[in-house]
């Protein structure tokens, strides 16, 4: 079965062509990489695969869903749910800085990949969290899973550098705990997760 599938992808910057009618299928658990000089459109599939821009014409469809061209019960669902949490938590909260500390306190990854030592919250509690939500009235949960950092709030073998918090000081899988308890409670499970990556130098300049 084809995990990823784009069809005849095209899209446009004002009236250049980024894209002319690509179509690539990527099967489950295959290694695939987009090789090219720049500007040939690498960082602009990877863009629209990871949601940050919409194609202007084509399908892309995941597990074979459409996930672009939605149709209208589907958008219905997500507006029906109107009021939920979103949750900005990861390796940043040891500093207090907010998410963007690395990126706007200019912490070199080596310093910053420090925090692992100190990354350990013993008082972490995805079921308080889902319980709070429901007690609110909210419908859905969304929780950072990976920001900008780089850093995975859950095992992840494939993150680079081993950056994630299995390998940090807590050894544990927070999103794994987080979706379990949203599920226990009735809540719809969202994660964020950033393709982008302050650690490498294709974030600051994708061409």
């Keep these: 079965m084809k995990n990823i599938e784009l069809k005849k992808r095209n899209h446009y910057f004002g009236k250049e062509k980024g894209l002319h009618y690509i179509s690539l299928s990527i099967k489950e658990g ?16 990877l863009r629209i695969l990871g949601g940050f821009i919409r ?5 892309i469809y995941v597990s ?3 996930i672009i061209n939605l149709p209208p019960e589907k958008m219905q669902d997500w507006q029906d749910l109107k009021f939920g949490m979103f949750i900005h938590w990861g390796l940043y909260s040891v500093l207090g ?30 079921e308080e969290w889902a319980q709070l939500a429901s007690d609110a009235g909210m419908n859905y949960m969304v929780m950072v899973a990976r920001h900008h950092d780089g850093f995975a709030l859950w095992d992840s073998p494939s993150s680079f550098d081993g950056y994630d918090s ?42």
């Design 30 to 45: 295959e290694f695939f990489t987009l090789l090219g000089p720049s500007g040939c459109g690498k960082t602009t599939i």
């Design 55 to 59: 194609p202007s014409s084509g399908a």
């Design 64 to 66: 074979n869903q459409d």
């Design 97 to 126: 800085h907010g998410e963007w500390a690395m990126h706007n306190e200019s912490i070199p990854y080596e310093e910053y990949r420090k925090l692992m030592d100190k990354f350990d919250p013993q008082g972490f509690s995805g």
């Design 166 to 207: 299995m390998r940090a000081k807590s050894n544990y899988d927070f999103v794994k705990e987080y979706t379990d308890a949203c599920r226990a409670k009735g809540l719809k499970v969202g994660l964020f997760y950033s393709l982008m990556d302050w650690r490498f130098p294709g974030y600051f300049d994708p061409t």
